[in-house]
């Protein structure tokens, strides 16, 4: 017991000692659309989940007045293998840590939500600048975790991802689309969402804390497009800010003469498979013709 006290007590402590590191480099300010996103997130209600949860002592929370850092701790992933099997769950903070002995961190479930409006334009967000990985860099729509211990249950069998209904991931996406960017369930219905592929990639984060970073990504990714025209009220502890892009625009934001920087995995999904899911939008949604649920396209 006193050695496993002693186990947390350290991890919370250099967790700790890494996000203060962190605040002393130079961060992109948080802009939006509609001004400073700077705000008391907590009494705005941001953190509220749409749906409670259930840990796995079987109490109900809703993460009402939660920071990144407690949901770091508290939030637990899907472990998984390599050919996407789940083994077990673990907290985001162990997953996420690259270490001696596990040098990519913890194999996880994860999601991307791709979201266009009725124009066929892409949301962006650019994660906030507070953000434990990645912070500051531009990506896709919403990227994250399906959990353990929610309800509804964001765990998918593997025949739910045989058949391409992957409902667990999807009400993963639904929450988080509304903790993240405020918006709100039924503007995206889970029916509505298209299950395309998964990505296996893993990635330090060498741009936040150098060649020798200790935090990362390990993720099979679970790719999600979706059409919805939504209203966006963005959580300042999440999202710095937001932009809605055209095909050629998202291109020249990507030039690197930008001086933006990019989440990985969304680099990837772009280079590999948005030119051709982008280009003929109705017959992505609305067709399995890019459906591919047997491969998982590996970037390592």
Not at 205 to 231: C, M, P, Q, R
């Amino acid at each position: 017991m006193a050695s496993a006290c002693l186990t947390s007590f350290a991890r919370t402590l250099n967790f700790t000692f890494a996000r203060s590191k962190r605040a002393t480099q130079k961060q992109v300010p948080l802009v939006s659309r509609s001004g400073p996103l700077r705000s008391l997130a907590t009494s705005a209600g941001f953190l509220m989940a749409p749906h409670p949860t259930v840990n796995p002592g079987g109490k109900s929370w809703d993460g009402a007045g939660m920071s990144q850092d407690d949901f770091m701790l508290k939030d637990e992933c899907i472990v998984v293998d390599n050919d996407d099997n789940v083994v077990g769950h673990d907290n985001k903070y162990n997953c996420h840590k690259f270490l001696k002995e596990q040098p990519t961190g913890v194999l996880h479930r994860a999601f991307s939500v791709f979201l266009f409006n009725d124009k066929g334009e892409l949301l962006l967000q650019q994660r906030a600048g507070d953000k434990i990985t990645f912070p500051s860099v531009w990506t896709n729509t919403c990227c994250s975790h399906p959990l353990y211990g929610y309800t509804p249950t964001e765990i998918d069998a593997p025949e739910q991802v045989t058949d391409a209904t992957v409902p667990g991931v999807k009400n993963a996406a639904v929450r988080k689309l509304y903790q993240e960017l405020g918006i709100p369930a039924e503007q995206v219905p889970v029916d509505k969402f298209k299950f395309l592929t998964r990505l296996h990639y893993a990635a330090p984060d060498s741009v936040t804390y150098g060649s020798e970073a200790e935090w990362g990504e390990h993720e099979i990714d679970y790719i999600l497009f979706i059409k919805a025209n939504v209203t966006v009220s963005p959580n300042p502890e999440e999202v710095g800010d937001f932009k809605y892009v055209t095909l050629p625009e998202l291109k020249e934001m990507m030039d690197p003469s930008s001086g933006l920087k990019w989440s990985p995995w969304f680099r990837i999904i772009v280079d590999k498979f948005v030119d051709d899911w982008w280009a003929d939008l109705d017959v992505t949604l609305s067709t399995d013709k890019f459906v591919d649920v047997k491969t998982i396209h590996r970037v390592l």
